[in-house]
Structure formats: structure tokens, C-alpha cells
């Protein structure tokens, strides 16, 4: 009843204004009562990566559609290539934890790299960490010396990001693993004060080629549809 390109772009025009309306309503819920920064210049960009993930998940489940043979294939494929990607994104595996064979390659490739890291980013980065009693790692040194002599090394280059509560006591060191959110952000391998931003366009990227894929699926599915006729 219609032709191809008419009928993916009404797919996809006509969820723009529930998108926007869902990732609205998921933001004001979220980041506000989490207690994440309420400053336009933090809350703003975590605004637009919310609106851009509604359009990426969209778009990924679209282009699947569009050339699984049918719903029910469509349904198998669809979690399994989200939690692929969700699995890999350095977030539910630290980046030093990822295997070599995935860290150089679906690490960088995953748009969920992307999107997770540019709302920490701009959720915690600069953030002041203040460790609770229970978080403290808490021990006596070994000898005379101070928690701070006792400890330079490692926090000079094992972990330059701790934070020693008690540097000239001699016993029940207290030490909280970062001083700031941009320190426990250097774990999951984001490390630059410009990573935020570029996230987020490299997240409109993949938005941008997940429609696309739409389009060029659906139309060689067509192509195959007519060959097969």
C-alpha cells in the first residue's frame, strides 16, 4: 500500500513527539532527585544525551526490524545485541577488567560507551567524594612512620587520586579510594575535561546511522521482496 521510503519515514517522524515527551519525563524523575549538578552547563548536556539515547535505542531496534524476516526473530536478536552492547560499555565491566580481545575493539565501537559515559561525565566529574565510615579503608602502619610517610608511594603513583583523611597519624589510617567524582571516572577510562561534549556528538552520530541503517535495510529487504516475486 505504500512505498518504502514513505513508509520508514512515517515510522520514524511519528515517534519523535513520544520520544521527546519519555525522555523528558524519565530526566525530571532522574537526574534531579539523584541530586546530580542542577546547573545548565551539567544538567542541560545530561538533558540532550537522554533525548539522544530515546532516538538511539529507537533507531537500533528500527534497523533490526527492518530486516528481521519476521516479529518473533526480531524479539531474539534485539536483547541480545542491546546486552551485548550494554555488557561491554565499561560500565558493568571496569575497562581494566574487559579482555584485551573486546577492549580494543566493541569497547570503542559501542554507542553505549558513549552515552553512559557522557552522563557520568557530566553527572560526577569534578564532583567532591566524601567517603562514609564503612567506605574508609582503615589500618595502622607498620612501624613508627606516619599514614603519609607510610603511604607516599601509592599515593604518588599507585593511586594519586586517594584521599588521606589522618596524613601525620601513626596508627588507624584513612584513606577513601577518591578525592573527587573525576577520579573514580579515570577508572572507566574517562580521563579528558572535554569528554563530555564529545561524547554526546559521537552519540547524535550513532543516531544519525542507526536511521540510516533503517533506510538502507529496508530497502534491500524490498530488492529481495521484488527478487523474490
Known amino acids: 500500500m505504500y512505498s518504502w521510503w514513505a513508509f520508514c519515514y512515517g515510522l520514524i517522524i511519528s515517534e519523535i513527539p513520544y520520544l521527546v515527551v519519555c525522555g523528558t519525563l524519565y530526566f525530571a524523575c532522574w537526574w534531579f532527585t539523584a541530586g546530580f549538578p542542577s546547573r545548565a552547563s551539567r544538567a542541560g548536556p545530561a538533558y540532550l544525551e537522554i533525548l539522544l539515547y530515546e532516538f538511539l535505542y529507537t533507531g537500533i531496534g528500527q534497523f533490526i526490524a527492518a530486516y528481521a524476516p519476521n516479529a518473533g526473530v526480531a524479539h531474539l536478536v534485539m536483547p541480545i545485541i542491546l546486552g551485548t552492547l550494554v555488557s561491554f560499555s565499561g560500565v558493568l565491566v571496569p575497562y581494566a577488567a574487559i579482555q584485551p580481545f573486546w577492549r580494543y575493539w566493541l569497547y570503542y565501537i559501542n554507542p553505549f560507551t558513549y552515552l553512559i559515559g557522557a552522563l557520568l561525565w557530566f553527572g560526577v566529574w569534578e564532583t567532591p567524594v566524601t ?66 561534549w564529545r561524547n554526546v556528538g559521537i552519540t547524535a552520530i550513532f543516531c544519525v546511522s542507526s536511521y540510516a541503517l533503517v533506510l538502507a535495510l529496508m530497502k534491500l529487504r524490498t530488492k529481495q521482496s521484488k527478487t523474490a516475486e
Open 131 to 196: 567517603c562514609t565510615r564503612q567506605e574508609l579503608a582503615i589500618f595502622n602502619t607498620p612501624s613508627s612512620e606516619t599514614c603519609q610517610q607510610y603511604l607516599a608511594e601509592y599515593l604518588s603513583q599507585i593511586n594519586p587520586g586517594a584521599n588521606l583523611l589522618n596524613p601525620l597519624a601513626t596508627s588507624g589510617c584513612e584513606v577513601c579510594p577518591y578525592t573527587t567524582g573525576t577520579d573514580y571516572l579515570r577508572t572507566l577510562n574517562i580521563t579528558m575535561s572535554y569528554t563530555g
